[in-house]
């Protein structure tokens, strides 16, 4: 792979989402083959060549080494495996939010926690000499969670298609399976146990450990991971402007621990000194600016993008390549 190699979904909510995430920060996506075509091409950084590929499909990609870069749900990453395969996690991307829940049926009035399916199983193992089966296609994350609780009669029947009929059908009595607003569940007749929460998933951008790092991929996606920190520094943090004296010079340095300030110029004595700030954190600035000593204007602005010379996202993934 000469190039960085970056993995998106290829349909659905989510390539949507990701499509107005990079846009967002302006990289922008072109679909060569048409909206229902796999090739595409992305603007606005050099040395990134994307591909598009199944939610899963990524997944099994990243843990493969086959690509650098995937764009995929935290569920699948957790279900094939990525934890133990040299796979991680540079940005959680804040939309694609799902649960990955054990559900039972509504009617089941007194099971409400695992401890209680624990008994339930071992009951119907007695009674019908055969285990509870539990429908899922989260096998792997099914049997750690259940293991976890030490829940040992039940037997996991895998779900290709509408889990959360399992039990109507007569196929399964409980099911394993993931849930936005739980409104599928719930007309299906189904609750969600009191702590039957396996996993609170979202879309991440994931890299591969295990894919070809060269010093162009590296700087290729020092670039990609730039722009995108760049464009959220941008949007939640303001550049505040001040003309400080020494004292207060000296103070402004103690407000990156308590604050989350980060000194961007520091100037001279009666030069104007640059911060940024969390936008949230813009008046506990000031207030602390004016108990250092600082009389005059204190101006603010907001920016598009602000590049760090020492960008979080890189820095987070450069500790993990070889040199």
């Not at 700030?277 to 008046?283: E, I, S, T």
Request: hydrophobic share 45%.
């Amino acid at each position: 792979m000469s190039a960085l190699t970056l993995a998106l979904p290829s349909k659905g909510r989510l390539q949507e989402q990701m499509i107005g995430y990079l846009a967002d920060a302006g990289l922008h996506v072109r679909q060569t083959a048409g909206a229902r075509g796999y090739a595409a091409t992305l603007s606005g950084v050099d040395g990134v060549n994307l591909v598009l590929l199944s939610a899963s499909e990524i997944a099994s990609e990243l843990i493969a080494g086959r690509v650098h870069f995937g764009v995929t749900g935290e569920d699948l990453l957790a279900e094939a495996g990525a934890g133990t395969a040299r796979v991680e996690t540079i940005e959680r991307l804040g939309f694609g939010r799902a649960n990955v829940v054990v559900a039972v049926p509504r009617a089941w009035i007194d099971v409400a926690t695992m401890a209680d399916l624990d008994d339930v199983a071992h009951d119907f193992h007695a009674r019908h000499h055969r285990r509870l089966r539990v429908a899922t296609k989260y096998l792997n994350l099914a049997r750690d969670f259940f293991g976890s609780h030490g829940i040992a009669d039940y037997r996991v029947v895998e779900s290709l298609g509408a889990t959360e009929g399992a039990p109507a059908a007569g196929t399964a009595e409980v099911i394993v399976d993931i849930t936005t607003t739980g409104t599928t569940l719930a007309a299906n007749h189904l609750k969600v146990l009191d702590d039957g929460l396996i996993l609170e998933s979202q879309a991440v951008l994931a890299a591969s450990f295990r894919a070809n790092w060269t010093s162009a991929t590296k700087e290729a996606a020092q670039g990609l991971l730039g722009r995108i920190s760049a464009r959220q520094l941008g949007k939640t943090s303001y550049v505040v402007r001040a003309r400080i004296d020494r004292q207060a010079e000296k103070a402004v340095g103690t407000l990156e621990g308590s604050l989350g300030v980060r000194v961007l110029s520091p100037g001279g004595t009666g030069d104007e000194v640059s911060l940024l700030v969390p936008r949230d954190k813009l008046n506990a600035l000031v207030a602390a600016l004016r108990r250092f000593g600082v009389g005059g204007a204190v101006s603010t602005l907001s920016t598009d993008y602000v590049f760090l010379p020492d960008d979080p996202l890189f820095a987070t993934l450069a500790t993990r390549l070889p040199s």
